[in-house]
Structure formats: structure tokens, C-alpha cells
């Protein structure tokens, strides 16, 4: 039975025909994934986004507009009772020359450029990558 609503918010970051990606190992499975995370009791979606790119990577962002809102019902991979809602803004890195990873279950971080085969194993990471692709190639 589902029993919680996870809402997850993700920022897109380009650069010369590339996103910024995130390799992380979650719940012992390794990942390829946005920036972002979970929404906090009591924050903003947007305080959300700019929290955890403070977090995880010791950046500042602005955040430019909404880019995707998942569509489809769609269960956690790592929780059974948990439905997963998931939003996507696009926005600009104010101090990247102090990107540093933060959190220690990321691994590293990288530029996927959007002329490759799509690399995200989360199925709506992996919607927005073809959103993406369409809108930026």
C-alpha cells in the first residue's frame, strides 16, 4: 500500500551541449542522476533545489524556469510505499569554480554531453535527458 508522497525536486544545469550529471551510490546501487533531492517539511521547492546543490556540491545557484513535471504515477525503486513526484527547473551555476562534493555518496560529478545514448537509469531523469536532447541538439 502506498502510504507517502516523495517529492523530488532536480536542477538542470547545462553547458556546451552538456548536463551536469551526478554518479552516487544509493541503497548500494550505483546511479547517474541530476542534482536535487528531497523536499523538506516547511521549504519551498525552490529553497529545496538551492539547498541541495549546497549540499552536495558547494553550489550556488539561480534558478531559471521550470523545465518538466513527472506525468505518471511512478513508485520509489528503494521504497515500496512510497510514490515518487519529481520536478525539474533549469538553472545557472553562480560559483562553479567552487563546485566541491560534499556529500559522500556521490562520487563524482560530470558533464553529460546530449549527443550521447541516454545514460540515466531513473526513468523520469531519463525523460527529461530526451527532453533535453530534443530542445538543446
Known amino acids: 500500500m ?13 553547458k556546451n551541449k552538456s548536463v551536469l550529471a551526478l554518479h552516487e551510490e544509493y541503497a548500494g546501487e550505483h546511479l547517474l542522476k541530476l542534482p536535487g533531492g ?9 529553497e529545496c533545489l538551492k539547498r541541495e546543490f549546497n549540499e552536495e556540491l558547494n553550489l550556488d545557484i539561480k534558478v531559471v524556469s521550470h523545465f518538466y513535471t513527472q506525468e505518471d504515477f511512478l513508485v520509489s525503486r528503494f521504497r515500496d510505499n512510497e510514490q515518487l513526484m519529481t520536478i525539474y527547473y533549469l538553472c545557472e551555476i553562480i560559483n562553479e569554480e567552487d563546485m566541491l562534493i560534499i556529500d559522500p ?25 530526451e527532453k533535453l536532447k530534443q530542445q538543446y541538439l
Do not use: H
Open 2 to 14: 502506498i502510504d507517502k508522497i516523495n517529492l523530488r525536486v532536480y536542477g538542470i544545469c547545462i
Open 38 to 46: 528531497g523536499l523538506e517539511f516547511g521549504e519551498s521547492v525552490i
Open 105 to 129: 555518496c556521490i562520487e563524482t560529478a560530470e558533464w553529460v554531453p546530449f549527443d550521447q545514448e541516454n545514460p540515466f537509469p531513473l526513468p523520469i531523469d531519463n525523460i527529461v535527458f
